[in-house]
């Protein structure tokens, strides 16, 4: 193969492709040059003037290197691995840092090989992170348990490219035996670690970067970004559906430039379809006051050095073909999408067939209860008329605890004509029976229950009503079609769903249909009272996630995370 390349490279033989009079960016020096840009099998092999057996006029565009995100859980777009490059590669995404860690919890390690068996019917790299923390948390019941021993065995696998991101800081600072065997078993199999830091700085982060991990996603303010990448981490700018930090990006400077990479993390298949992927991130910068050029250096390069991905993320002889045509560097729409050197997108559409699916069994009905639940289930008894309810703001994952008064009858709360709604988290995988019980303020919703069986991170099913036999019915529904979304209107007694069959989790559905049947279900959920600015359901998924403060409610109970222990709801 060498020698064609060298011989397309010297213009002696034609190339497969050429990308004809195209304005470039050139990463390496960070400015915009002109000319053909030769392509033999899935290698660049050269710029300049060249002729082609295939050649796409460029002129008016601009081709920049395919998109890396950085960091991102395939699962939270509630999409098969299919369907959701469907949605990413025809807007210039090219290669995906992907963390299953969502149904990794759910199913074990049939999640991961499931991620990565769908992944091979697509025109996108998938790398796939071994997720470090399953559980994430002993407080709460997974589908799945890897201890370091798994980890051990696992992360020699071939598709396995490194480890997923570390939430368990106080396991790797305080020298917990089990959790340094992961990151030792990373570095002896010669692959990355992923971080999750948040707020860690001085000494701690210090033992923390001593066991290897390179990125965070979590950082928040100027003196966090500057310490960690003074101490050698790169750092995600994020810009997912729940979770963004694009401000981040007024602390980019000429010197510490080459240490920022671009990731979504989660993002849900509503905006990938109407918003975009790293396309939008890039569009949101710029339109910021980020330049252009330092914008793409970040989601290309720069990320591909991160992760040890030679011969990626630059337009540059022997680096992959991985490119994107764009309108211009202010909207970023992409006109061509070549991947490995093959066109696979034009106009925002794919050019590939996602309706070979995989689908395994052992991915599917991971919905398990002990009983059917009824109404008597969903008791919440106090013991006087003050207790923590919890609270959350709107665009953001951290909850509050807020002393309510409330009243009750025949040993139940009352929660109708409040502004409290029950929450409850149900175990579904293990038969347990378990049942965490709280109290929720100011979410808005009347009339019945809404459930979900994604709750970070062990997705059991997450709860919200005001009406105990609507909340029965709803996890009764969830059981029956295999996890998913549901309402039920108590006035109408209609129960109304959307099917998530893969770990509860994503839909075998194609995008389009998916996010109709979801939007209309949302679209329901607000008009039952949700606010508006909070997610309907997703919002809700986050409301178990017992790493991120302050109050978080899992199966086994109330849990106060800035303590690390489980609290009493009565005041």
């Not at 796409?56 to 369907?83: A, K, N």
């Not at 963390?99 to 199913?107: F, K, R």
């Not at 700018?237 to 990731?263: P, V, W």
């Not at 109330?558 to 609290?567: G, I, N, P, S, Y």
Request: glycine share 10%; charged share 25%.
């Amino acid at each position: 193969m060498l020698e064609k390349y060298v011989k397309a490279a010297r213009r002696l033989e034609k190339a497969d492709l050429v990308l004809k009079n195209a304005d470039y960016l050139d990463v390496f020096t960070g400015t915009i040059k002109k000319g053909d840009i030769a392509v033999v099998g899935e290698k660049i092999v050269g710029t300049g003037e060249y002729s082609g057996k295939q050649e796409i006029d460029c002129t008016g565009l601009t081709v920049l290197p395919g998109y890396i995100d950085g960091h991102v859980h395939i699962e939270s777009s509630q999409l098969s691995p299919e369907e959701f490059a469907s949605l990413i590669v025809p807007r210039g995404t090219t290669t995906i840092i992907a963390d299953p860690h969502e149904i990794t919890n759910v199913c074990g390690m049939a999640g991961c090989e499931y991620v990565a068996k769908a992944s091979q019917n697509v025109p996108l790299d998938v790398k796939i992170q071994l997720p470090s923390c399953v559980p994430a948390t002993p407080f709460e019941t997974s589908g799945a348990v890897l201890n370091g021993k798994d980890i051990e065995k696992n992360i020699k696998n071939d598709y396995i490219f490194g480890l997923g991101e570390f939430m368990n800081y106080p396991g790797l600072i305080n020298c917990d035996t089990d959790t340094l065997k992961k990151a030792e078993a990373a570095h002896a199999a010669g692959k990355v670690i992923d971080g999750h830091a948040p707020a860690i700085s001085g000494y701690d982060l210090n033992g923390y970067l001593a066991c290897g991990v390179s990125t965070d996603h979590e950082c928040v303010t100027k003196e966090e970004i500057e310490e960690k990448i003074s101490k050698g981490m790169y750092v995600h700018i994020r810009h997912g559906s729940s979770t963004q930090n694009l401000g981040n990006a007024k602390f980019i400077t000429d010197k510490n430039m080459r240490r920022f990479i671009l990731c979504t993390d989660d993002r849900h298949a509503a905006d990938l379809k109407e918003k975009g992927h790293l396309d939008d991130a890039l569009r949101k910068l710029v339109a910021n006051g980020l330049d252009p050029v330092t914008a793409v250096i970040c989601a290309t390069l720069n990320a591909a050095e991160c992760y040890n991905l030679k011969w990626r993320g630059g337009v540059a002889p022997f680096y992959l073909a991985d490119l994107v045509a764009v309108d211009n560097l202010k909207n970023f729409n992409a006109k061509y999408v070549i991947k490995s050197g093959k066109l696979v997108a034009k106009d925002g559409k794919p050019l590939f067939d996602t309706s070979k699916r995989c689908l395994p069994a052992n991915v599917l009905n991971t919905v398990h209860l002990k009983k059917p639940l009824t109404a008597g289930d969903f008791v919440l008894t106090l013991k006087g008329t003050k207790a923590k309810a919890m609270t959350i703001e709107p665009g953001g994952v951290v909850t509050g605890c807020e002393t309510v008064e409330v009243q009750s009858r025949n040993g139940d709360v009352i929660v109708k004509g409040t502004d409290l709604l029950k929450l409850a988290v149900v175990e579904r995988h293990k038969l347990t029976g378990n049942i965490g019980k709280g109290l929720f303020k100011g979410y808005g919703f009347k009339g019945g229950a809404l459930g979900i069986t994604i709750a970070h991170d062990s997705h059991n099913i997450i709860l919200m009503g005001d009406d105990n036999e609507a909340m029965a019915k709803a996890a009764n529904r969830l059981k029956e079609i295999g996890g998913g979304m549901v309402i039920v209107n108590s006035q109408t007694g209609e129960i109304h769903s959307l099917t998530l069959d893969i770990g509860g989790l994503m839909s075998s559905r194609d995008a389009e249909s998916l996010q109709r049947d979801s939007k209309a279900l949302i679209e329901r959920a607000y008009s039952m009272g949700v606010n508006r600015s909070f997610e309907a359901f997703m919002s809700l998924a986050f409301l178990s996630l017992a790493v991120i403060p302050k109050l978080k409610l899992t199966d086994a109970g109330l849990f106060d995370v800035e303590k690390f222990a489980f609290t009493d709801i009565n005041v």
